[in-house]
């Protein structure tokens, strides 16, 4: 059997309050709260009150509303479009909702749902764009999460947008054939380069932008958002990578991206996993590369998903050098890099008054040359070493910075799966971090972070590296990797 949805009680609809009157009767604070969602349209709004308090006094004047200081009256309602009854006093309300009825106008008791003829909703409010939200007496705090959600969503920019649109509307309707091409027109101005331009808040560029796909001089412009994932929770997310998620044609993706991440895009955009994890049949970093110019090239709208931020260890100077060469335009959205989750899960302070003041991201895959490289110089002068993709490293990394001269009593904490549930924590210092490489129990992503701060960390839900220090006790020297 299939699911029925049941039917709703109350059916949105935009009612037209422009040039018309709305009446509020009451001057409490929840003829304030009516006044101020009232006031977000371009009604004309006359509230009816003896008794009016400070508050909404000082709205009425701020926002040149009407108001009527005298005892309610049926003649205060002449011509109304709407009516709000918010005296406080059930017998007045109920009162004022005969009159309305009777008028005809559709009328709203304020916490009184039985006297309603119709209910106000929670807004997003993008005006001329507006999302309306209702729950039928389900709750106003229902509506306000689901409207935080949506505001997160929705970009500012796309009022303005949608009051180019409007502008727009009708030339688009005589110069294109209904169908497809208008079809196609309203999707590349909503998610190509006008939409682009209007985030970027040049308008002029936005309406040169629309005119230009109109005229057909411009195809629809393929495009890259270079978007950070965040170390694998889902709500580590930023809101514009998941607003790029909701908009984009294709979603390419590393392996290191979990799978929720990559859902959290919008529902048939394709999906094109690039692998990039150890072990896995996966794209050259050329073919990668490639990839994005062709879909790029093709009019689409791209999110190139990466693990974490786009610019730490994840090859995007040469998609970005590709996509410049190949004339695509593409943009870059920061993400939470392994290291911050890392330190989060440790409540490890990165840096320490008068501790460290200076932080290292590294591999440690440059030790293995004669000289010292730099960061492992500022490792000794007590920089915060965080290293990425350093477990196949751990040894070589403990031994050349025991070997220049840190000592092997300097703190270490290592997470595996950084900000997800399954994340283990462990700590230990320099001289147990080769045991790392041992361990066939850690299968996901490892961050190493190393210094004199560590030892500022919680240690409270970690386990002791030096568990596995028996086991794995070689402090490999030289090159031997
Ligand atoms: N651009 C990414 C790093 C990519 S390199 C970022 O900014 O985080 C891949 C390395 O990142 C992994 O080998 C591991 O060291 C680290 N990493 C990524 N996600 C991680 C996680 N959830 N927990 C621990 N380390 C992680």
Known sequence: MTKEIPGLNAFPIFLRVEGGVVVIVGG???ALAKARLLGQSSAHLRIVATDVEPSLNTWIAANGAELIDADYSPFHLEGARLVFAATGSEAMDRRI?????KAGIPVNAVDRPDLCDFYTPAIVNRA????????????PVLAQIVRARIDQLLSPSLGPLATLATAFRETADRVLPK??????????FFKGAPARAMEAGDAEAASHAANELLS????????VALVGAGPGAEDLL???A???MMEADVIVHDALVPEEVVAMGRRDAERVPVGKRKGCHSKSQAEINALLVRLGRAGRQVVRLKSGDPLVFGRAGEEMAALRDAGISYEVVPGVTAAFAAAADFELPLTLRGVTSSMVFTTGHDLKGASLPDWAKLAISGATVAVYMGRSVAADVASRLIDAGLSPETAVAVVENASLPVRRRFHGTLADLPSLEQRADLTGPVMTVIGDAVAGANFARSEPLAIHRNLAPRIRHGADA
């Open 216 to 223: 057909g001089s411009m195809e629809r412009q393929g495009h």
């Open 242 to 244: 998941q607003r790029l």
């Open 238 to 240: 930023t809101l514009r």
């Open 97 to 101: 909702v005969e009159d309305a009825r």
């Open 179 to 188: 169908g497809n091409s208008r079809r196609l027109f309203w999707s590349a």
């Open 28 to 30: 409490g604070d929840e």
């Open 128 to 139: 001329p764009l507006a999302v309306a939200i209702g729950t039928e007496g389900a709750g």
